[in-house]
């Protein structure tokens, strides 16, 4: 039995899922079997099928499953209240000197290969961006879209909070500091619903996220990505830019584990890495990549 207090908390059991809003989750259950994964808001949607898939393999399977950002997954687990850490970056210098100093042994599990896109309103008349322009607009040197198209608006930018890898991969890539003007939305969901309604922002979600509904309900326009205003542009939901390294913003996605709770975590680990995991991985607009794991 679960009692839980945690903010969009989701926990799958054999029989069912449940999406939950609180602030702390208490277990009365089998505590060497259920797992807490907390983390990446690119990999919570992804995380939480592959784990309603497993929960069909192993009927004592039990996980816990919250967003937050990749920073807040690995101070959790730092802290001893997760056992995996979902994250869209590599552990910092300083985590790992945090986690040497407290004599915490760490996993690292790369698990798929992710593209981070850039989206607009789908009425927007933009389909394509240089990376000179784009680091222009999230610094705020280019602030309304008559400077780059016909529509006569304002830019609103929609970014993530600080604690969120997707935040720190785009500011590292781009080599800037984020305009003080940006919305920090607290993830790939609050994002695309606020795109949907402005005719004037632009924004970061991970692919993988967006992919299918762009498809079925385009609501929001993916911007293609060229490196230079006469190199080719290459959109992040092309599989075969993704899969040559030509998609200027794709990373791995992490999976940092507690080696004391390796044992209980590993059938899960290795579900995903199953067939059945790399099919739904795919399925979720992802990309199988073949790395060691190994740990700090």
């Known amino acids: 039995m679960f009692f839980v207090l945690m903010k969009q908390l989701y926990i799958l059991t054999r029989k069912s899922l449940l999406i939950l809003?609180?602030?702390?989750?208490?277990?009365?259950?089998?505590?060497?079997?259920?797992?807490?994964?907390?983390?990446?808001d690119t990999e919570v949607n992804l995380a939480v099928n592959l784990a309603e898939k497993?929960?069909?393999?192993?009927?004592?399977?039990?996980?816990?499953i919250s967003g937050g950002g990749s920073g807040i997954g690995i101070t959790s687990l730092l802290n001893g209240q997760a056992d995996i850490a979902n994250s869209s970056r590599p552990l910092s210098d300083k985590e790992i000197?945090?986690?040497?100093?407290?004599?915490?042994?760490?996993?690292?599990?790369?698990?798929?290969?992710d593209a981070t896109a850039f989206v607009v309103h789908k009425d927007l008349p933009i389909d394509v961006i240089d990376l000179e322009t784009l680091a222009k607009i999230m610094k705020?040197?280019?602030?309304?879209?008559?400077?780059?198209?016909?529509?006569?608006l304002p830019i609103n930018i929609y970014g993530r909070q600080s604690s969120s890898g997707t935040h720190s991969f785009i500011k590292k890539k781009l080599?800037?500091?984020?305009?003080?003007?940006?919305?920090?939305?607290?993830?790939?969901?609050?994002?695309?619903?606020?795109?949907?309604?402005?005719?004037?922002?632009?924004?970061?979600?991970?692919?993988?996220?967006?992919?299918?509904?762009?498809?079925?309900?385009?609501?929001?326009?993916?911007?293609?990505?060229?490196?230079?205003?006469?190199?080719?542009?290459?959109?992040?939901?092309d599989s075969h830019a993704?899969?040559?390294?030509?998609?200027?913003?794709?990373?791995?996605?992490?999976?940092?584990?507690?080696?004391?709770?390796?044992?209980k975590v590993k059938p899960f680990i290795?579900?995903?890495?199953?067939?059945?995991?790399?099919?739904?991985?795919?399925?979720?607009?992802?990309?199988i990549i073949e790395r060691p794991q190994n740990e700090i």
């Open 21 to 40: 809003s609180s602030l702390l989750l208490f277990s009365c259950g089998d505590k060497n079997h259920s797992i807490k994964m907390k983390g990446s």
């Open 54 to 64: 497993y929960t069909e393999v192993d009927a004592n399977f039990s996980i816990a």
């Open 97 to 113: 000197q945090q986690f040497e100093d407290k004599k915490i042994k760490v996993r690292t599990v790369i698990f798929a290969e």
């Open 140 to 152: 705020g040197e280019i602030t309304n879209w008559n400077q780059l198209t016909s529509v006569d």
């Open 175 to 237: 080599k800037i500091e984020f305009s003080n003007a940006a919305k920090e939305m607290t993830g790939n969901a609050q994002i695309l619903e606020g795109i949907k309604t402005d005719k004037s922002g632009i924004g970061y979600v991970g692919a993988g996220y967006i992919s299918h509904e762009s498809a079925t309900n385009p609501t929001v326009k993916i911007l293609s990505i060229k490196e230079t205003p006469t190199s080719t542009a290459y959109s992040p939901i």
């Open 242 to 263: 993704i899969n040559n390294s030509l998609y200027f913003f794709q990373r791995p996605l992490y999976q940092f584990i507690l080696e004391d709770s390796w044992e």
């Open 270 to 287: 290795d579900f995903e890495n199953s067939p059945m995991g790399k099919q739904l991985i795919k399925e979720h607009g992802y990309y």
